[in-house]
């Protein structure tokens, strides 16, 4: 005697296309799903804003430029970017002086004075970035590209403190010498007069 047929064989056809469609059915929810899921991750806008906030700095352009004024750069900009912001020199300026005594390549730093100088001031006026005069402007030793042998001429650094500010490099400002460990509060606050970015 022969077993009984659990579905009956008109049923057999229609129930495999049944199961057939609930799998397709599956599939493509799936599919749909990770096609509209975000990846990125959320970013909170006041994050942001503090982080670029945080990268900018004022300086004061002033003299022979065609808008002097108070403005704000972003760390690593240089002097040449901050006469370009003020408008460029103006016709005033002394650009034999400029040539001799502004290098355009310098990095700024917070609070930093750019001034340029005019004609008739024959370079007898300040020409700064916040740290010094005409007549000592020449002899800062930048800290970002100055050699160990140019390090070792200030007072208190030797080769093993000129090695350390040089592995330490780049410095945004000046005051990273301490923050990164390559000098100390005390010697910093000897040498700072004499250094530049």
């Known amino acids: 005697m022969g077993e009984k047929e659990i579905v009956p064989p008109e049923y057999r056809l229609p129930l495999v296309f049944v199961g057939l469609s609930i799998i397709a059915l599956m599939c493509a929810i799936f ?9 990125e991750p959320i970013r909170f806008s006041s994050d942001e804003k503090v982080s670029s906030e945080s990268s900018k700095f004022v ?12 403005y704000t750069l972003v ?3 240089r002097v040449s970017d901050a006469i370009a912001i003020a408008g460029g020199f103006s016709d005033e300026a002394d650009m034999d002086a400029v040539a001799l005594r502004i290098n355009q390549a310098n990095v700024l730093s917070d609070g930093s004075k750019v001034y340029i100088p005019k004609k008739e001031e024959h370079g007898s006026q300040i020409l700064s970035t916040g740290l010094s ?6 002899n800062l030793i930048s800290i970002n590209t100055a050699s160990a042998d140019e390090l070792d001429t200030l007072t208190g650094i030797g080769p093993v403190t ?3 500010i040089i592995d330490n490099r780049p410095y ?24 530049s970015l």
Do not use: C, M, W
């Open 31 to 39: 599919l749909f799903v990770k096609t509209v899921q975000h990846t």
């Open 59 to 70: 300086i004061d352009v002033s003299g022979a430029v065609k808008s002097p004024g108070v």
């Open 75 to 77: 760390y690593g900009s």
């Open 133 to 138: 005069t005409l007549s000592s402007l020449s």
């Open 162 to 164: 000129a090695k350390k």
């Open 172 to 195: 945004a400002r000046l005051e990273e010498l301490v923050t990164k460990k390559a000098v100390s509060q005390s010697l910093f606050d000897k040498l700072k007069n004499q250094l």
